[in-house]
């Protein structure tokens, strides 16, 4: 019913961001499965898939089609996240952690009006959240191959939606380290899959030959493109953004040195009004000089890197501000119906105001400050409970390295706004649930005094 309620509003602006990948989309749908006709490295094909599909098949009401696939990812994040919760804890407290994660989950009113925009994040995090059920399967049945080829698929394809899924891999060792460590026996109890670890190395090792053969395809085109393979090249334009930016940025000077001379000459050229701060000014500027695509990504870096070095320092504080503001950040306005004329014009639209969205969007948490910080604390104490349990502090470890990653990814390449953590928010959840099943099941160890 929310998510009913929210897209019967509407479908958000098609601009920006949006328009971009909506092009991609139709690109996609008239046989251009590579996106060959688009000479950019910054980009990956999983989401214009998803778009060019929706356009092949439902022609005029494509974007109809694509919002509705998109709520019902955010509904599926419900039921998979109880999953997951179930399935960690094993015991008793599966009933009570996978109802308190629903709960929880269910309570992201934010991520609805994000299903109604042409943007990433409900496929992104769908497919995360499947790639971590397969994990978890994995963990439970170490010796089921069909979780590990299950897992690289997705996986696979999570990094095909957005690249920044592609070292996530490294947080599993959290939760298998204590299988690799444990010894083969002999037992033939339920839990005897886990004292081989030879086959968890192999099939974790199965997972990560999937997930390259997934990838393999898209770095082929780009080494015809722009002779070498790679999944994508976008890290010079967001380091450009938190290092030359102020505020939020480390607001840095442009560095002296031939690299960053030769880059100030080609924007300036090419653009004579351009800030050289901002980020696609430069872009822009340096591929309308001829650069290629790529090559103007590794300036940009290049040149941003030597700013680091001159000043690590400012830069090292900005990105410990910029690591907590991912926990506190509030959420701008979401994504909402504005005008026809911000949607693509090929398509049919509606937009069914409705109380039940009025009442909302004055709901939501997210663009409250202290809200956000109460919810934080929250997890925080709830990942402590994880952390501190003898039964369940690799649980703890692994979610709280992934929740980590993202944080410390975004705050490293990005301005950290609320569509960045939105990604983190389910497993946020599943920290908050497993720490409430804890804690509950804790007290209900208290031995009571006779009367």
């Given at each position: 019913?929310?998510?009913?309620?929210?897209?019967?509003?509407?479908?958000?602006?098609?601009?920006?961001?949006?328009?971009?990948?909506?092009?991609?989309?139709?690109?996609?749908?008239?046989?251009?499965?590579?996106?060959?006709?688009?000479?950019?490295?910054?980009?990956?094909?999983?989401?214009?898939?998803?778009?060019?599909?929706?356009?092949?098949?439902?022609?005029?009401?494509?974007?109809?089609?694509?919002?509705?696939?998109?709520?019902?990812?955010?509904?599926?994040?419900?039921?998979?996240?109880?999953?997951?919760?179930?399935?960690?804890?094993?015991?008793?407290?599966?009933?009570?952690?996978?109802?308190?994660?629903?709960?929880i989950t269910a309570t992201g009113i934010s991520r609805y009006y994000f299903a109604r925009a042409v943007l990433g994040e409900s496929l992104f995090?769908?497919?995360?959240?499947?790639?971590?059920?397969?994990?978890?399967?994995?963990?439970?049945?170490?010796?089921?191959?069909?979780?590990?080829?299950?897992?690289?698929?997705?996986?696979?394809?999570?990094?095909?939606?957005?690249?920044?899924?592609?070292?996530?891999?490294?947080?599993?060792?959290?939760?298998?380290?204590?299988?690799?460590?444990?010894?083969?026996?002999?037992?033939?109890?339920?839990?005897?899959?886990?004292?081989?670890?030879?086959?968890?190395?192999?099939?974790?090792?199965?997972?990560?030959?999937?997930?390259?053969?997934?990838?393999?395809?898209?770095?082929?085109?780009?080494?015809?493109?722009?002779?070498?393979?790679?999944?994508?090249e976008f890290v010079g334009r967001n380091i450009w953004i938190v290092t030359f930016q102020d505020q939020a940025g480390a607001g840095l000077p442009?560095?002296?040195?031939?690299?960053?001379?030769?880059?100030?000459?080609?924007?300036?050229?090419?653009?004579?009004?351009?800030?050289?701060?901002?980020?696609?000014?430069?872009?822009?500027?340096?591929?309308?000089?001829?650069?290629?695509?790529?090559?103007?990504?590794?300036?940009?870096?290049?040149?941003?890197?030597?700013?680091?070095?001159?000043?690590?320092?400012?830069?090292?504080?900005?990105?410990?501000?910029?690591?907590?503001?991912?926990?506190?950040?509030?959420?701008?306005?979401?994504?909402?119906?504005?005008?026809?004329?911000?949607?693509?014009?090929?398509?049919?639209?509606?937009?069914?105001?409705?109380?039940?969205?009025?009442?909302?969007?004055?709901?939501?948490?997210?663009?409250?400050?202290?809200?956000?910080?109460?919810?934080?604390?929250?997890?925080?104490?709830?990942?402590?409970?994880?952390?501190?349990?003898?039964?369940?502090?690799?649980?703890?470890?692994?979610l709280g390295a992934m929740i980590g990653y993202f944080a410390f990814v975004t705050a490293a390449i990005e301005i950290p706004a609320y569509r960045?953590?939105?990604?983190?928010?389910?497993?946020?959840?599943?920290?908050?649930?497993?720490?409430?099943?804890?804690?509950?099941?804790?007290?209900?160890?208290?031995?009571?005094?006779?009367?």
């Open positions: 019913m929310v998510a009913m309620a929210v897209v019967l509003d509407g479908p958000a602006a098609v601009v920006l961001d949006a328009e971009s990948y909506w092009q991609y989309g139709q690109s996609v749908a008239g046989g251009d499965l590579w996106l060959e006709q688009h000479d950019i490295a910054y980009r990956t094909p999983g989401y214009p898939w998803l778009i060019g599909l929706c356009q092949f098949i439902a022609g005029p009401k494509a974007l109809l089609l694509l919002i509705a696939i998109q709520a019902a990812m955010c509904v599926s994040l419900v039921p998979l996240c109880a999953f997951i919760a179930y399935h960690l804890v094993g015991d008793d407290r599966g009933r009570v952690a996978s109802n308190a994660v629903a709960i995090v769908f497919l995360l959240m499947a790639h971590v059920a397969c994990v978890v399967g994995l963990w439970k049945k170490p010796s089921n191959w069909r979780w590990a080829v299950a897992g690289g698929l997705v996986l696979g394809t999570t990094i095909l939606v957005r690249p920044v899924a592609q070292w996530l891999w490294v947080a599993h060792f959290f939760l298998f380290f204590p299988i690799l460590l444990t010894k083969r026996t002999d037992q033939a109890d339920d839990d005897a899959e886990h004292h081989f670890p030879r086959r968890t190395v192999s099939l974790l090792a199965l997972m990560a030959i999937v997930t390259g053969l997934l990838l393999a395809p898209w770095c082929i085109r780009n080494a015809t493109m722009f002779g070498r393979p790679f999944v994508t442009l560095p002296t040195t031939p690299e960053a001379k030769r880059l100030r000459q080609l924007v300036l050229i090419a653009h004579p009004e351009a800030n050289l701060s901002n980020t696609w000014d430069v872009s822009n500027a340096l591929v309308k000089s001829g650069m290629a695509d790529d090559k103007a990504d590794h300036l940009m870096k290049s040149v941003a890197a030597q700013a680091i070095g001159s000043d690590l320092r400012t830069w090292l504080e900005r990105f410990v501000r910029r690591t907590v503001n991912f926990f506190r950040c509030i959420a701008d306005e979401p994504p909402t119906f504005t005008s026809e004329a911000e949607l693509p014009k090929s398509q049919d639209w509606w937009r069914y105001p409705n109380w039940l969205e009025t009442y909302l969007r004055r709901l939501r948490f997210a663009p409250n400050l202290f809200a956000n910080m109460a919810v934080s604390l929250g997890l925080f104490l709830s990942w402590i409970t994880l952390v501190l349990s003898r039964k369940d502090w690799w649980i703890g470890w692994w960045y953590r939105l990604v983190a928010e389910p497993l946020m959840g599943i920290v908050g649930g497993l720490g409430i099943s804890s804690l509950l099941s804790f007290r209900s160890k208290i031995p009571c005094e006779s009367p």
